[in-house]
C-alpha cells in the first residue's frame, strides 16, 4: 500500500492563479505533514510545516491537513513564475523517527507570466 | 543563511568502483541523514546518524553503504561497490534537534552515474 500519493501534474497555470495542490495518505497514524518545494537541481526546500488538521498560513500559502478524509493541501495564491517548481508532499513516521520522511512523487508546477 | 553543502555536485564511477559522497552539514546541527532520488521517482530515506551511530536504516542500506562522520564538521556516504541501479541524486540532511518541529535541511545533491 502506497503511503503518501500525489498527482505528478504537469499542472500549468497562468501568473495571478490560485494554485492547489493536493496528497493523499494510507496511515491515519501520521501525524505531521510537510510540503517541500524543489526547483531543478536543486535539494528539497521546506515551505510548510503542518501537525493535527486544519489551516497553517505563511504569505502566500496555505496549508490544509483533513484527517477525516486523509488529505493534505497546497494553496498557493496570487502565483509567480517563480513559483515554478516541483511541489513534494510528506510526513513523518511519529515516534522519534521524525527526520524519516516519506515522500510524495511531487508535482510539476509551471506558472507562466 | 547556513546550508547543507555537498561535494562533488556530479560523480561518474564505473560499475564495482568505490565512491564517497560528502557532506558538511549544518554547523550546530546533531541529527543527520541521507536520502537518494532515482531520476523520475520519489525522494526515498537511506540512514539517519545521530551521536555518532546510525539510528535507523532503510531496506535499501545494505551491507554496500556505510556512513561515517570522520571530524566534527563531515559527513559521508559510501558506497562500496557500485552497481548500475545506485545511479541517482544523493541528498545529505540535517536538523538541529530531535524534536517534531526541527525543520530538514537538504543540501543540493550529489548525481551519481554509475557506468
Known amino acids: 500500500q502506497k503511503e503518501v500519493e500525489q498527482d505528478p501534474g504537469p499542472l500549468s497555470v497562468p501568473e495571478g492563479a490560485i494554485v492547489s495542490l493536493n496528497c493523499t495518505y494510507s496511515n491515519s497514524a501520521f501525524q505531521y505533514f510537510m510540503w517541500y518545494r524543489q526547483y531543478s537541481r536543486k535539494g528539497p526546500e521546506l515551505l510548510m510545516y503542518?501537525?493535527?488538521?486544519g489551516n497553517k498560513e505563511d504569505g502566500r500559502f496555505t496549508a490544509q491537513v483533513d484527517k477525516s478524509s486523509k488529505y493534505i493541501s497546497l494553496f498557493i495564491r496570487d502565483s509567480q513564475p517563480s513559483d515554478s517548481a516541483t511541489y513534494l508532499c510528506a510526513r513523518n513516521a511519529g515516534g522519534t523517527s521524525y527526520g524519516k520522511l516519506t515522500f510524495g512523487q511531487g508535482t510539476i508546477l509551471t506558472v507562466h507570466p | 543563511e547556513p546550508e547543507v553543502t555537498q561535494t562533488p555536485s556530479h560523480q561518474v564511477t564505473q560499475m564495482g568502483q568505490e565512491v564517497i559522497l560528502r557532506c558538511v552539514p549544518i554547523?550546530?546541527?546533531?541529527?543527520f541523514y541521507w536520502y537518494r532520488q532515482i531520476l523520475g521517482q520519489k525522494v526515498e530515506f537511506l540512514v539517519s546518524?545521530?551521536?555518532?551511530?546510525?539510528?535507523?536504516k532503510s531496506e535499501i542500506f545494505d551491507d554496500q553503504f556505510s556512513v561515517e562522520r570522520p571530524d566534527g564538521s563531515n559527513f559521508t556516504l559510501k558506497i562500496r561497490s557500485t552497481k548500475l541501479e545506485d545511479s541517482a541524486m544523493y541528498f545529505c540532511?540535517?536538523?538541529?534537534?530531535?524534536?517534531?518541529?526541527?525543520?530538514?535541511?537538504f543540501g543540493n545533491g550529489t548525481r551519481l552515474t554509475v557506468t
Open positions: 546518524f545521530y551521536n555518532n551511530e546510525i539510528s535507523e
Open positions: 554547523s550546530n546541527h546533531l541529527y
Open positions: 540532511a540535517s536538523r538541529a534537534t530531535g524534536t517534531p518541529n526541527s525543520p530538514l535541511h
Open positions: 503542518t501537525y493535527s488538521s
